[in-house]
């Protein structure tokens, strides 16, 4: 295993944070199923990609893809409807360029937990989503990979 | 219970069908309005047989057509009704499958004015709501529609109008009403014509008659209104003049305790049924909201067995609806509709599409499109017309909305 530390700092300056919280079997938040270092590199093509699409904003999405494939990055808190989670959210809450992330439950907490309509699209033209699979994340419905 | 099946190929995400034409959002970024009451006049009629035409037109242009009283008293007639189902056999047989280039002089294309992808749609007079996860934005349906207008910032995941309000559920936002009318203590301003309903989460809403329902999953509510109507000057109508909530209900605790179990999947309900999926039966309670006292408004009429009916014991319920010609359940594999002629004597009375759906809806609300199901799949939209509710007892019906 590759120890990481805490937070990582990217070439341009950008500041991601590992959370705690969504790491230590706290049952109130969804959990990252992905080791930290997928986790970091499912921030670097999400910010990547959402700063080309929806410009410079403070929330930005990701995705963990294996072999051409989306593929779950973590698991819902137990009440929630859905089980396993496959949309990251990544948060700039204090608007310096310090980022951190969690797996996004987008049933349980819609619309805070969906992604921009640009991004789920661009992943539906890539083929990562189904186009079902888009409509169930924007409709708040369950759904499968 | 096999419906008449007209089928239109191309790459769709989202479908309504309202006043005589067909919209159609296209996943290129697109939205096609079809003539549709003229292309089922001429076009299709062109492909099948004069003896057809009639059915023809009361199976797509106007569901409406056989409820009528009149032919109630002709459906006694078992004569009547075995040429009816002959021609409704006959028609079934057709194949009604279509490409856009034969909608040519039918249809208009222009570029989707609304978000897109978005979370739902749904017209009401004249006018095109289409809701996201960021905002509720309106059109007037006219030939250009250039630009919409966003009406609301929040998030927004399925809505239902009825009585001159779109209901707004808004995820962990609970419900909100659009009010459309602009002349009440609640919205005399353009800010206050949303106003929440209903706090505890929501992604489904719809009407029981002029009651608001909302649920998710298996948590629901119906909400009950108390108003007051004033004539105003000069204006023969009275207009609204306050809309405030008299009476809520949970819906879970409607049905009786053996009912309620911790495996319930899904509480769904529109106008006279509210239902409660679990993970075996449809559990159904008829609302009565005109008898006076609260708890006779609402009984429990009867069950069914769903899992049954379709091809996997496992997969779990996603979403849920009713019209007047049977329940729809959306899995995770297909989706099931169980006929208002289903019983325990007409068991095959239901129709399982074997295949994920991108996108279905129903129009329960509409004049002349009621008996549609419109499902949308990879390379095409079925358009799905069910016959088999006309010449049903509505009052009694388990299955179905009653008209």
Request: include cysteine; proline fraction near 2%.
């Amino acid at each position: 295993m590759v120890a990481i530390n805490k937070e990582e700092t990217l070439t341009d300056g950008t500041k991601y944070i590992f959370y705690p919280p969504h790491r230590n079997g706290n049952p109130k938040k969804s959990q990252w199923t992905i080791s930290q270092l997928e986790e970091l590199d499912c921030f670097k093509t999400g910010y990547k990609l959402c700063l080309s699409i929806i410009g410079k904003v403070y929330i930005y999405w990701g995705v963990h893809v294996n072999n051409g494939s989306i593929t779950h990055l973590g698991d819902a808190i137990n009440n929630s409807q859905s089980k396993e989670l496959f949309i990251a959210k990544f948060v700039d809450s204090t608007k310096r360029n310090e980022w951190h992330g969690y797996p996004a439950d987008h049933v349980n907490n819609y619309p805070q937990d969906v992604p921009d309509e640009h991004v789920l699209k661009h992943w539906n033209s890539k083929g990562l989503i189904r186009t079902a699979a888009m409509r169930k994340i924007l409709g708040g419905k369950k759904c499968n990979l | 219970m096999q419906p008449i099946t007209i089928r239109i190929e191309g790459n769709f995400y989202d479908s309504q069908i309202y006043a005589g034409y067909l919209h159609l959002w296209t996943l290129e970024g697109d939205l096609i309005t079809i003539k549709w009451d003229e292309f089922i006049a001429n076009l299709v009629s062109s492909k099948i047989q004069e003896s057809l035409r009639f059915i023809a037109y009361a199976a797509f242009v106007d569901s409406n057509f056989f409820y009528r009283k009149e032919w109630q008293l002709l459906f006694l007639d078992e004569e009547f009704k075995r040429l009816f189902l002959t021609r409704l056999n006959q028609l079934k047989d057709v194949g009604l499958t279509f490409s856009l280039d034969d909608f040519s002089g039918y249809y208009i294309k222009r570029k989707n004015p609304f978000i897109f992808p978005h979370a739902d749609s749904l017209i009401y007079y004249n006018t095109m709501y289409v809701c996201s996860r960021s905002g509720v934005y309106v059109s007037r349906l006219n030939s250009k529609m250039k630009r919409a207008n966003k009406i609301w910032d929040g998030g927004v995941v399925n809505m239902s109008a009825s009585k001159k309000i779109v209901a707004l559920a808004a995820g962990q936002d609970g419900v909100h009403e659009y009010y459309l009318w602009d002349d009440t203590k609640v919205a005399r301003t353009k800010k206050d014509r949303v106003k929440k309903q209903i706090d505890e989460p929501a992604n489904f809403v719809n009407w029981m008659y002029g009651s608001l329902f909302s649920s998710f999953y298996s948590q629901g509510h119906i909400v009950q209104f108390k108003s007051e109507k004033k004539k105003h000057k000069n204006k023969e109508k009275k207009r609204k003049l306050y809309h405030e909530v008299d009476e809520k209900y949970s819906a879970p605790e409607l049905f009786s305790d053996n009912l309620q179990s911790s495996s319930t999947q899904l509480i769904w309900g529109i106008h006279d049924k509210l239902c409660s999926a679990n993970d075996e039966f449809i559990n159904v309670v008829k609302y009565a909201p005109q008898v006076l006292n609260n708890t006779e408004q609402f009984n429990e009429i009867g069950k069914l067995q769903w899992r049954n009916l379709t091809s996997n014991s496992e997969s779990e319920i996603i979403g849920a609806s009713s019209g007047y010609f049977g329940y729809i359940i959306e899995t995770d594999e297909g989706l099931l509709i169980i006929g208002s002629d289903y019983d325990k004597e007409n068991s095959k009375a239901y129709l399982w599409l074997d295949e994920e759906p991108i996108n279905w809806r129903l129009f329960a609300n509409s004049k002349n499109y009621t008996n549609q199901l419109h499902v949308i799949y990879e390379n095409n939209i079925s358009i799905f017309s069910f016959n088999q509710d006309y010449y049903l007892n509505q009052a009694t019906k388990l299955v179905g909305l009653s008209k």
